[in-house]
């Protein structure tokens, strides 16, 4: 007999009531005593959940009043000293979100999902301040004292991988430092009846070193010690841990926990070594992280292959990972095709047929006859690939010839082309792209959204709001305009919906960080565009004045990035129809007099796999696609990128594959940093080191301006150059962005002059 588990659950409540109540606890419109038992009721409903799904073990502790690195940090005691002097909640949201004295913790994502965690920062030490665990545990066995629950806690080495080591010690040292903790909580929590503790180790999926890996070894021995009856699960998720197998089974622990969906080595890892008879295993066979339904008889047939030779009452049968990833149910989604829903699978689906699977698997496959027919039905459903395919696409990316990926002349040869055709100065400025999205602006979309104000008075409003921030940029005097996006309310679902292929859900909610969440897109078939999507609001912008205007799209990688891809073909098929639908939109922009365009691209470094091993290849794919949206042009025309990360030393070489005219690129935190490794490395092509950081509220003044661009022009050739703020500025407001573009345009005007005096 199997038991079926899942590793984590979305903690937002199923209409984000984790949102409102935390919110509202923070606005101070609750009371603390009410904050809590609304946390409660979320949680309490999510165990529920697993109860009424028939799940065997359910997971206790990952659920969290913000973030789970964040509570396993307080666990620790690793409180940087600035927040020493706070307590309780207030200690824990300042870490979070920063109060006015303190800046917050850095905000990192989770491995290369959307989710972002909280960054530990290890300055000293570690001591048990609170074992959460037992607290939880001890909780939710008196409130449903016939269930079975699993605890759940990141293990040590993904802790400190994740963590930002100030203490001056190594990983290694940290990691010996930190294994009596561990142990301890270890011991704490086998004084109490729960059967399994779940140790989230998915930093195992990515490059370990030897020398970590045995130090991996050690840590697990120590804390491991005093576990008594209480047994430990190592689990591991978003990659495979083929290498390292046999050593993983070896640790002092009871079993391992696989990926199966996106690990696509561990099966043959298991083939290979088996499973240790005292051992236990985890089959992670369905998805976690995405939202189509499994094919069941496919997980099924798996499960049964891999456990040919294990004692089945040793297996644990669940999916790929946390599915804090994924929406929460299905439920209410009204408004989507019938065929397209059928085929979905939220948390609560995913829950469903992990419960299927288990009991299929234990008592055979005719035991769950009625469901497998079902979902047989579902992948030959005509309604679907009717809504879903569309073979013009499919003939267009089949066609594709290796010129369409490449511009026709060098960067060396275009560059002078452009600067006559455009006639720009040296140290051309631009901005990103957005300008501040205004109460005024929200307010209107809101009402115009709700059918409130009719759709003439709408577009008239867009249309004065882009001559007003044209007009604004000419006083200024930036040299490459922009229309400022006021049409826009995400980068993603602005093009999303304008494009064939994308769906959209009411109420598909998934935490992107603490209380915020969002409703990522779902790409269901092939993509394509039926009309052009930005060139009404470029057009009317440039018609506003006599410089370029820069034409604003996001581009194919980032798409489908923050986006759910589809599972029917590879991410790689649907960017390169992405990009064609954007290259004809780059076309368009062309023919109505628009020779600058930018491709933002702040999602690419994001999508690396786990293991560097497999960067290659998707840094490939995500080049070729960007390649192929932007390289139709006519040598005179400028394609502009952007991307919104200054950690970019070890990925260059793609960035400059992209071939863009012109990068601009987040730098004004890193300072320095950027220009020293793009010298080094000969970068070509133009590039604008962001000078002003547009995510702090501080107006820089003319002479920090000139500092940077001092900087700047000592380490990077001239004709290179470009100024402009790091990001774009739609979350600030007008009486910061005037000021600051002032000075910024202010401090290149006195650098142009002594430079023009050389
Ligand atoms: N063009 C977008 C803007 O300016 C880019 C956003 C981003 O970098 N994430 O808002
Ligand atoms: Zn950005």
């Given at each position: 007999?199997?038991?079926?588990?899942?590793?984590?659950?979305?903690?937002?409540?199923?209409?984000?009531?984790?949102?409102?109540?935390?919110?509202?606890?923070?606005?101070?419109?609750?009371?603390?005593?009410?904050?809590?038992?609304?946390?409660?009721?979320?949680?309490?409903?999510?165990?529920?959940?697993?109860?009424?799904?028939?799940?065997?073990?359910?997971?206790?502790?990952?659920?969290?009043?913000?973030?789970?690195?964040?509570?396993t940090a307080?666990m620790l005691g690793v409180?940087?000293?600035?927040?020493?002097?706070?307590?309780?909640?207030?200690?824990?949201?300042?870490?979070?979100?920063?109060?006015?004295?303190?800046?917050?913790?850095?905000?990192?994502?989770?491995?290369?999902?959307?989710?972002?965690?909280?960054?530990p920062?290890i300055?000293?030490g570690f001591s048990l301040?609170?074992?959460?665990?037992?607290?939880?545990?001890?909780?939710?066995?008196?409130?449903?004292?016939?269930?079975?629950?699993?605890?759940?806690l990141i293990g040590p080495y993904t802790f400190l991988k994740l963590s930002?080591i100030?203490n001056?010690k190594t990983l290694i040292e940290n990691l010996a430092d930190i294994a009596p903790v561990y142990q301890k909580i270890i011991a704490?929590l086998s004084?109490?009846?729960?059967?399994?503790l779940q140790m989230d180790e998915p930093s195992l999926c990515g490059?370990v070193t030897q020398e970590e890996l045995k130090a991996v070894v050690q840590t697990y021995a120590t804390l491991a010690a005093q576990k008594?009856?209480l047994?430990i699960i190592l689990q591991t998720?978003?990659?495979?841990v083929?290498?390292i197998?046999e050593t993983l089974f070896a640790l002092p622990v009871d079993g391992l926990?696989?990926?199966?969906?996106?690990?696509?080595?561990?099966?043959?890892?298991?083939?290979?070594?088996?499973?240790?008879?005292?051992?236990?295993?985890?089959?992670?066979?369905?998805?976690?992280?995405?939202?189509?339904?499994?094919?069941?008889?496919?997980?099924?047939?798996?499960?049964?292959?891999?456990?040919?030779?294990?004692?089945?009452?040793?297996?644990?049968?669940?999916?790929?990972?946390?599915?804090?990833?994924?929406?929460?149910?299905?439920?209410?989604?009204?408004?989507?095709?019938?065929?397209?829903?059928?085929?979905?699978?939220?948390?609560?689906?995913?829950?469903?047929?992990?419960?299927?699977?288990?009991?299929?698997?234990?008592?055979?496959?005719?035991?769950?006859?009625?469901?497998?027919?079902?979902?047989?039905?579902?992948?030959?459903?005509?309604?679907?690939?009717?809504?879903?395919?569309?073979?013009?696409?499919?003939?267009?990316?089949?066609?594709?010839?290796?010129?369409?990926?490449?511009?026709?002349?060098?960067?060396?040869?275009?560059?002078?082309?452009?600067?006559?055709?455009?006639?720009?100065?040296?140290?051309?400025?631009?901005?990103?792209?957005?300008?501040?999205?205004?109460?005024?602006?929200?307010?209107?979309?809101?009402?115009?959204?709700?059918?409130?104000?009719?759709?003439?008075?709408?577009?008239?409003?867009?249309?004065?709001?882009?001559?007003?921030?044209?007009?604004?940029?000419?006083?200024?005097?930036?040299?490459?305009?922009?229309?400022?996006?006021?049409?826009?309310?995400?980068?993603?679902?602005?093009?999303?919906?304008?494009?064939?292929?994308?769906?959209?859900?009411?109420?598909?909610?998934?935490?992107?960080?603490?209380?915020?969440?969002?409703?990522?897109?779902?790409?269901?078939?092939?993509?394509?565009?039926?009309?052009?999507?930005?060139?009404?609001?470029?057009?009317?912008?440039?018609?506003?004045?006599?410089?370029?205007?820069?034409?604003?799209?996001?581009?194919?990688?980032?798409?489908?990035?923050?986006?759910?891809?589809?599972?029917?073909?590879?991410?790689?098929?649907?960017?390169?129809?992405?990009?064609?639908?954007?290259?004809?939109?780059?076309?368009?922009?062309?023919?109505?007099?628009?020779?600058?365009?930018?491709?933002?691209?702040?999602?690419?470094?994001?999508?690396?796999?786990?293991?560097?091993?497999?960067?290659?290849?998707?840094?490939?794919?995500?080049?070729?696609?960007?390649?192929?949206?932007?390289?139709?042009?006519?040598?005179?025309?400028?394609?502009?990128?952007?991307?919104?990360?200054?950690?970019?030393?070890?990925?260059?070489?793609?960035?400059?594959?992209?071939?863009?005219?012109?990068?601009?690129?987040?730098?004004?935190?890193?300072?320095?940093?950027?220009?020293?490794?793009?010298?080094?490395?000969?970068?070509?092509?133009?590039?604008?080191?962001?000078?002003?950081?547009?995510?702090?509220?501080?107006?820089?003044?003319?002479?920090?301006?000139?500092?940077?661009?001092?900087?700047?022009?000592?380490?990077?050739?001239?004709?290179?150059?470009?100024?402009?703020?790091?990001?774009?500025?739609?979350?600030?407001?007008?009486?910061?962005?005037?000021?600051?573009?002032?000075?910024?345009?202010?401090?290149?005007?006195?650098?142009?002059?002594?430079?023009?005096?050389?």
């Amino acid at each position: 007999m199997a038991f079926s588990t899942s590793l984590g659950y979305p903690r937002i409540g199923k209409n984000r009531e984790f949102k409102k109540a935390i919110e509202s606890f923070w606005k101070k419109t609750i009371t603390p005593e009410q904050f809590l038992k609304d946390l409660e009721t979320i949680h309490t409903s999510n165990i529920f959940q697993h109860a009424r799904t028939g799940i065997d073990f359910i997971p206790i502790g990952d659920f969290s009043a913000y973030d789970l690195m964040l509570e396993t940090a307080l666990m620790l005691g690793v409180v940087p000293a600035r927040f020493q002097s706070l307590n309780g909640w207030d200690r824990y949201y300042a870490m979070a979100r920063g109060t006015q004295e303190t800046t917050a913790c850095e905000m990192k994502k989770w491995f290369d999902s959307n989710y972002h965690y909280i960054m530990p920062e290890i300055e000293a030490g570690f001591s048990l301040t609170q074992n959460r665990l037992t607290l939880l545990y001890t909780w939710a066995r008196s409130k449903f004292p016939d269930k079975n629950f699993r605890t759940v806690l990141i293990g040590p080495y993904t802790f400190l991988k994740l963590s930002r080591i100030k203490n001056k010690k190594t990983l290694i040292e940290n990691l010996a430092d930190i294994a009596p903790v561990y142990q301890k909580i270890i011991a704490e929590l086998s004084q109490t009846d729960c059967p399994w503790l779940q140790m989230d180790e998915p930093s195992l999926c990515g490059d370990v070193t030897q020398e970590e890996l045995k130090a991996v070894v050690q840590t697990y021995a120590t804390l491991a010690a005093q576990k008594k009856d209480l047994k430990i699960i190592l689990q591991t998720y978003f990659g495979d841990v083929a290498d390292i197998y046999e050593t993983l089974f070896a640790l002092p622990v009871d079993g391992l926990g696989l990926d199966l969906v996106r690990g696509e080595k561990n099966r043959a890892a298991i083939h290979k070594h088996g499973v240790p008879k005292d051992k236990w295993i985890g089959l992670g066979v369905v998805d976690g992280r995405n939202i189509w339904r499994s094919a069941l008889r496919e997980p099924l047939d798996i499960l049964k292959e891999l456990t040919l030779n294990i004692d089945p009452s040793r297996v644990f049968i669940h999916p790929s990972c946390s599915l804090l990833h994924l929406p929460v149910s299905l439920q209410g989604e009204d408004k989507m095709a019938a065929p397209l829903k059928k085929r979905l699978a939220f948390a609560n689906e995913r829950l469903e047929e992990v419960a299927t699977l288990t009991h299929g698997f234990n008592k055979g496959g005719a035991s769950i006859i009625a469901a497998l027919k079902a979902n047989d039905a579902l992948w030959t459903d005509k309604d679907f690939e009717g809504l879903a395919f569309n073979t013009e696409t499919q003939k267009r990316s089949l066609g594709l010839k290796p010129e369409d990926f490449k511009r026709t002349k060098s960067f060396k040869e275009r560059l002078p082309l452009q600067q006559k055709s455009l006639g720009l100065p040296i140290l051309p400025t631009t901005t990103i792209g957005s300008f501040p999205q205004t109460e005024e602006i929200r307010k209107i979309r809101a009402r115009w959204k709700k059918g409130e104000i009719p759709q003439t008075e709408y577009d008239q409003f867009i249309e004065k709001e882009i001559q007003k921030v044209v007009q604004l940029q000419e006083e200024i005097g930036l040299d490459v305009l922009v229309h400022g996006e006021p049409e826009r309310t995400d980068m993603v679902e602005y093009f999303a919906q304008k494009m064939n292929g994308f769906a959209f859900t009411q109420n598909g909610w998934v935490q992107s960080y603490g209380t915020r969440c969002i409703r990522p897109p779902i790409i269901f078939g092939d993509v394509s565009r039926t009309e052009p999507m930005t060139v009404k609001e470029s057009k009317l912008a440039q018609s506003f004045t006599k410089k370029p205007m820069k034409g604003m799209l996001t581009g194919p990688v980032t798409l489908v990035n923050w986006s759910f891809p589809r599972s029917d073909v590879s991410k790689e098929t649907s960017a390169l129809q992405i990009a064609l639908a954007l290259r004809d939109e780059v076309s368009d922009l062309e023919k109505a007099g628009i020779h600058v365009i930018q491709i933002d691209e702040p999602a690419l470094r994001e999508g690396l796999p786990l293991k560097k091993d497999d960067w290659k290849n998707y840094l490939q794919w995500a080049v070729s696609a960007f390649k192929l949206s932007s390289s139709g042009v006519a040598d005179t025309t400028q394609i502009h990128t952007h991307m919104c990360y200054s950690e970019f030393a070890d990925i260059l070489e793609s960035i400059a594959a992209l071939d863009a005219d012109a990068l601009s690129i987040e730098d004004s935190r890193s300072f320095g940093r950027l220009a020293a490794e793009l010298a080094e490395m000969h970068y070509q092509n133009g590039i604008g080191p962001g000078v002003y950081d547009v995510h702090s509220e501080k107006i820089p003044p003319e002479s920090e301006f000139m500092e940077r661009i001092k900087f700047l022009t000592a380490n990077i050739p001239l004709h290179q150059l470009w100024i402009n703020p790091d990001c774009g500025l739609k979350t600030r407001g007008y009486k910061e962005v005037v000021p600051a573009l002032k000075n910024m345009l202010a401090a290149v005007k006195e650098v142009r002059k002594t430079l023009e005096g050389k």
